[in-house]
């Protein structure tokens, strides 16, 4: 399943899949508003940990009770939007993209000076000036992560800082008997982060603004800078530097597959820090995603907690209730140690939160805290870089087709086109 903010990628524990009835808030007899809030089930997110988050965050609102509406997988914006096509839109929905609903008027902003007070990027997700999903957590997409004995046995003494010395180190591994590269490629957000890595680094490396260029038509996906970074991808493939049969691996597998050693190295969301298996902590490092020059390049996504419906029937409590449970530690701590999640709150350290991380997390926490140069992850944007309509999803494919095709070029042409159709009437 896709990766979203707030939580887990990894399989959704699946729930109702009926579309549910009466999501709208409404006032009972009891005079209390009835708020509906859709949430979502993972093996990290489990029923036990809303019902204790729920109760905590109401607890400071005495005014509501929330109705709970649980997604049937965690592809939320995908519900969220059939919900909202029966009428049936939640008053509070927790890690949906923003950008989907905001031209639509379905969100209500937070308050400012409450995102200021309580967070390190403040303007992190923002979407023309204001802010829909507190800027609570962050996740770098992707890191590469390595076995370091398989990289021992290579003979590779340091980790590969540009892209010259990252094919050279695959063709290495491949000499010593072993699979450069784990990918989960039936899954199309994993095939895509190589795609992802190269485009960030070598293109919003050196123009940091390029997706506000894209959508002010002033640069184009077939342009060849961009598809010089995508023939990277290309290059990974006719060198042989994935498993076999890559396009047929989930997910799931690809996971299963890096722990038990079967690949050197692992480009993946910061979020597969929560998988890394306690006996391996010592034994798997970290780099980010090579750049052409050697350039160290962050491709960054500032993610977030609850969004508060403009339809919401009482607007001074579900922002209280979703103010509340946004701040709580005790909610972040399931995330930074089962999702790898990087925490964003002001005036707090990792102990605060009172977890137990591996030397990996901590060498990749400190790409967060340092000052670097720090760009969109594209594909997984919250904020003004997000791409337009379902975008994502054919970049998604694009990395996909790169395995059956060499015209890299019409790849990226086709994703002009897309853009031009996402973005027709806006």
Same mark, same amino acid.
């Given at each position: 399943?896709?990766?979203?903010? @707030?939580? =887990? ?7 109702? &899949? ?6 709208? +808030? ?28 729920? $109760? ?12 709970? %509406?649980?997604? /049937? ?24 993209? /923003?950008? !989907? ?10 308050? *400012? ?6 967070? !390190? !990027? ?8 204001? %802010? ?12 590469? @992560? ?5 990289? $021992? ?36 957000? =994993? ?13 919003? +490396?050196?123009? /940091?603004?390029?997706? *506000? ?15 010089? $970074? ?15 049969? &890559? ?25 597969? !820090?929560?998988?890394?298996?306690? #006996? ?6 970290? @780099? ?32 209280? @209730? ?5 701040? #709580?530690?005790? #909610? ?35 790409? %967060? ?22 975008? #994502? ?5 694009? =990395? ?27």
């Amino acid at each position: 399943m896709r990766k979203r903010f @707030f939580v =887990a990628v990894a399989t959704a524990t699946t729930t109702a &899949a009926a579309l549910l009835a009466g999501c709208s +808030g409404s006032t009972s007899s009891g005079g209390k508003t009835t708020l509906s809030y859709m949430t979502f089930d993972t093996p990290d997110l489990t029923p036990s940990f809303w019902q204790t988050s729920i $109760a905590a965050a109401q607890a400071t609102v005495p005014g509501i009770s929330i109705k709970q %509406v649980v997604a /049937p997988s965690t592809d939320r914006d995908s519900y969220a939007k059939q919900l909202e096509a029966s009428g049936q839109f939640p008053d509070l929905l927790e890690s949906i993209t /923003p950008s !989907l609903y905001t031209s639509a008027g379905l969100l209500t902003s937070y308050p *400012q000076s409450w995102i200021d007070a309580n967070f !390190l !990027l403040p303007q992190g997700n923002s979407i023309k000036g204001k %802010v829909y999903i507190p800027p609570t957590n962050s996740q770098i997409i992707p890191m590469v @992560f390595y076995n370091k004995a398989m990289f $021992a046995q290579a003979g590779i003494t340091s980790t590969p800082s540009t892209w010259a010395e990252f094919v050279a180190d695959c063709a290495k591994i491949k000499g010593a008997g072993m699979t450069p590269i784990e990918l989960g490629g039936n899954d199309p957000f =994993a095939a895509a982060m190589p795609l992802t890595g190269a485009i960030s680094a070598n293109v919003l +490396g050196k123009d /940091p603004q390029w997706l *506000q260029q894209r959508y002010a038509n002033s640069v184009k996906f077939a342009d060849a800078d961009v598809v010089s $970074a995508a023939q990277e991808m290309r290059t990974l493939v006719t060198g042989d530097d994935f498993e076999q049969g &890559a396009l047929n691996v989930s997910y799931a597998q690809s996971i299963t597959n890096f722990n038990a050693g079967k690949a050197a190295m692992y480009p993946m969301g910061s979020w597969y !820090l929560g998988s890394v298996p306690k #006996n391996e902590w010592n034994n798997i490092g970290v @780099f980010l995603w090579p750049s052409d020059d050697g350039s160290q390049v962050v491709p960054f996504s500032v993610g977030g907690s609850m969004a508060v419906s403009a339809h919401a029937p009482d607007q001074a409590d579900a922002f209280k @209730f979703a103010e509340a449970w946004s701040l #709580n530690p005790s #909610n972040l701590k399931t995330l930074i140690e089962g999702d790898g999640a990087f925490p964003m709150l002001k005036n707090k350290s990792l102990a605060d939160f009172n977890v137990t991380v591996s030397p990996v997390y901590t060498n990749s926490y400190s790409y %967060v805290t340092g000052s670097n140069n720090k760009v969109s992850s594209i594909g997984w944007a919250t904020n003004d870089d997000a791409m337009p309509g379902a975008l #994502n999803n054919d970049f998604y494919a694009a =990395a996909q087709a790169l395995f059956n095709t060499s015209d890299v070029q019409g790849q990226m042409s086709k994703l002009d086109q897309d853009w031009t159709s996402a973005t027709q009437g806006q």
